[in-house]
T-cell receptor, first 113, second 112 residues
Framework: QKEVEQNSGPLSVPEGAIASLNCTYS??????FFWYRQYSGKSPELIMF????GDKEDGRFTAQLNKASQYVSLLIRDSQPSDSATYLC?????????????FGAGTQVVVTP | EAGVVQSPRYKIIEKKQPVAFWCNPI?????LYWYRQNLGQGPELLIR????????DSQLPKDRFSAERLKGVDSTLKIQPAELGDSAVYLC??????????FGPGTRLTVT
């Protein structure tokens, strides 16, 4: 079982709609959760992080965390063609040294005009 | 603020040859990471430095990979000898504290 799992996609989203991305993790002791955006041929770019249960909003992005269900999600409101990218979920691994991130394989999002 | 700098951006070598990658982190970031990313996968940590000290190198293939971070700033990752399976993107990241990591542009390595 992979430690961080994401649907690979592609997730096709009409322009202006909400994109919903999901991530589950296996390490119950994980404390910090990150979403990175990666354009094709580029490096990952940090867009959101969340440490506490509940929702965290930043512009058009909302991260949702449910530690009991070991589930973190990312919502992208009013999706734009520029949001087309692969979104990587990353989780801290509490059994390892401080700061080690476990990444999922990513979900590809395609926003269609 | 300048980002993480890496060089070279692309490298093509024949198997069994050596190769080295260089990284300059964001100024003031004490923590530096080297990751490897294979196509269609997320980055995988190779080694993490806190200043000059390698605090996590458990996933670094030490028979052929080595790394150093002299003076706690720039870092070099070396592979000798390279194998076909080493073809990947090598990413350097830095952070001011341990969790929020910022990535450089990466080096795309092709081993033929």
């Amino acid at each position: 079982q992979k430690e961080v799992e994401q649907n690979s996609g592609p997730l096709s989203v009409p322009e202006g709609a909400i994109a919903s991305l999901n991530c589950t993790y296996s390490d119950r002791g994980s404390q910090s959760f990150f979403w990175y955006r990666q354009y094709s041929g580029k490096s990952p770019e940090l867009i959101m992080f969340i440490y506490s249960n509940g929702d965290k909003e930043d512009g058009r992005f909302t991260a949702q965390l449910n530690k009991a269900s070991q589930y973190v999600s990312l919502l992208i409101r009013d999706s734009q063609p520029s949001d087309s990218a692969t979104y990587l979920c990353a989780v801290t691994a509490t059994t390892d040294s401080w700061g080690k991130l476990q990444f999922g394989a990513g979900t590809q999002v395609v926003v269609t005009p | 603020e300048a980002g993480v700098v890496q060089s070279p951006r692309y490298k093509i070598i024949e198997k069994k040859q050596p190769v080295a990658f260089w990284c300059n982190p964001i100024s003031g970031h004490n923590t530096l990471y080297w990751y490897r990313q294979n196509l269609g996968q997320g980055p995988e940590l190779l080694i993490r430095y806190e200043n000059e000290e390698a605090v996590d190198d458990s996933q670094l293939p030490k028979d052929r990979f080595s790394a150093e971070r002299l003076k706690g700033v720039d870092s070099t990752l070396k592979i000798q000898p390279a194998e076909l399976g080493d073809s990947a993107v090598y990413l350097c990241a830095s952070s001011p504290f341990s969790y929020e990591q910022y990535f450089g542009p990466g080096t795309r390595l092709t081993v033929t």
